[in-house]
């Protein structure tokens, strides 16, 4: 017998087969597709492979281990999925959730002096407004049209969404940036069949970008509006000796086109990316591409935040401009005040002193051979892109943690 009185979720509906996800709009679909993967994480942890819904519901409500935690959390998705279904649109109550707040650790990660040891609070709506703003000023058109469309009432968090938000606040996650899902981006991959280079008898299978073109159109674009590639983007307050001169990309063909590293947390629907503005941490630093995806691994399980990651390079060059644009205005003293580091460009810049260098892995942008990386070159006033094999490692490089949240 369960230790737990059975809390069912109301009858009448199966939510797993009843709603029509082509007949939603597509927020409503990314919100419906969100709480049904949650349902299949909870059966997934009792065992349960039952595919009717009603089977595995019983099976669940009748596991001798059941905790009511997760009885409770199914129950209030399944009555969300009935609202949703007998409406065709989102339950008033998550049409736009409230901001989120928590306090921030004093130990936590890529956190600034202004943040560390105080509540900060997340306004959802001022994230989206912010994130449309800056992406219609730097991103191609695309990308803000449709998030647009995808949140025309706000955004909407699940539960457990509210809960990773939150605990990335607490681990110095403070700040967040809207992206747009995986196609617009033109980072979705598929899984092709070419010939083995060590036997052409012999088939292999390895991803490709669906449109590599997408890809490279994004990151020309970032290359003028981020790093003043044309001349026609410096950013505003900033003196004439810390502006962007004409970036420096190392084989631009590879560079330009990366994509996703395998295992990387999902970002195929519209995805926040929350991090802390402050420098890499120390314990991040001088490790190879692989040191660095264990290292991310292990501190993705000690925080319990499964989908902290690293950085793809189109977030970086959005994340190192929004960071020089906002400290731009601020006097040094100002800067050392609130973030712990006078430079504007901090966010990313390289620096012969371990502990002043932000020089990055962008840890989820892969080409062949290696990983991405990046870095404002003081000395050349430019933004630096490159890449490295598996075996590269230098004391002053590190890697730029962040948490992604799929909408």
């Known amino acids: 017998m369960s230790e737990h009185p059975p809390t069912p ?71 969300v999925l009935i609202k949703i279904h007998k409406a065709g649109a989102l339950p008033p109550e998550v049409r736009e959730s409230r901001p989120v707040t928590a306090t921030v650790r004093e130990d936590a990660l890529c956190t600034i002096p202004a943040e560390r040891g105080r509540e900060v609070t997340l306004n959802l709506r001022e994230v989206l407004d912010f994130s449309l703003a800056f992406l219609e000023s730097k991103a191609p058109p695309t990308w803000a049209v449709s998030l647009r469309e995808a949140f025309p009432h706000g955004l909407s968090l699940t539960p457990d969404q509210r809960k990773t938000i939150e605990t990335a606040i607490e681990y110095g996650f403070t700040h967040a940036l809207l992206m747009p899902g995986g196609d617009t981006q033109g980072i979705t991959t598929i899984e092709t069949q070419k010939p083995d280079p060590n036997d052409p008898t012999k088939q292999i299978t390895e991803p490709t970008l669906t449109s590599p073109d997408t890809l490279r159109a994004a990151m020309d674009h970032f290359l003028n509006t981020c790093s003043n590639a044309d001349g026609a983007h410096p950013v505003p307050d900033l003196p004439d000796t810390e502006q962007y001169t004409a970036p ?23 995805h926040l990316v929350l991090y802390g503005p402050g ?52 006097t040094p003293d ?5 973030y712990g ?61 962040v948490v992604v949240v799929e909408l």
């Open 341 to 401: 580091d006078a430079r504007p460009h901090a966010f990313d810049a390289y620096n012969d002193t371990v502990e002043d260098s932000n020089w990055s892995w962008d840890l989820d942008s892969r080409v062949p051979g290696g990983c991405c990386r990046g870095l404002w070159d003081s000395g050349f006033r430019r933004s630096e892109l490159d890449w490295n094999g598996a075996s590269g490692r230098e004391p002053v490089l590190g890697a730029h943690p």
């Open 248 to 270: 420096f990309v190392y084989e631009p063909e590879k560079t330009k086109v990366p994509m996703l590293r395998p295992g990387a947390p999902s970002r195929s629907r519209p």
């Open 9 to 79: 979720p109301d009858h009448g509906v199966d939510p797993s087969l009843d709603i029509q996800s082509h007949d939603l709009p597509p927020k409503v679909r990314s919100y419906v597709d969100t709480l049904r993967q949650q349902v299949r994480d909870i059966f997934q942890r009792y065992g349960i492979t039952t595919t009717g819904f009603r089977e595995a519901t019983a099976q669940l409500t009748a596991h001798p281990k059941v905790s009511l935690e997760d009885l409770e959390h199914f129950r209030d998705i399944t009555r």
């Open 279 to 330: 420098g890499n941490p120390e314990s991040l630093k001088n490790l190879t591409c692989p040191e660095a995806d264990a290292a991310f691994l292990a501190l993705a399980n000690t925080l319990q935040l499964p989908t902290l990651t690293g950085l793809t390079t189109p977030e970086r060059l959005l994340l190192q401009r929004r960071e020089c644009e906002e400290r731009a205005p601020l």
């Open 334 to 338: 100002q800067r050392t005040a609130t």
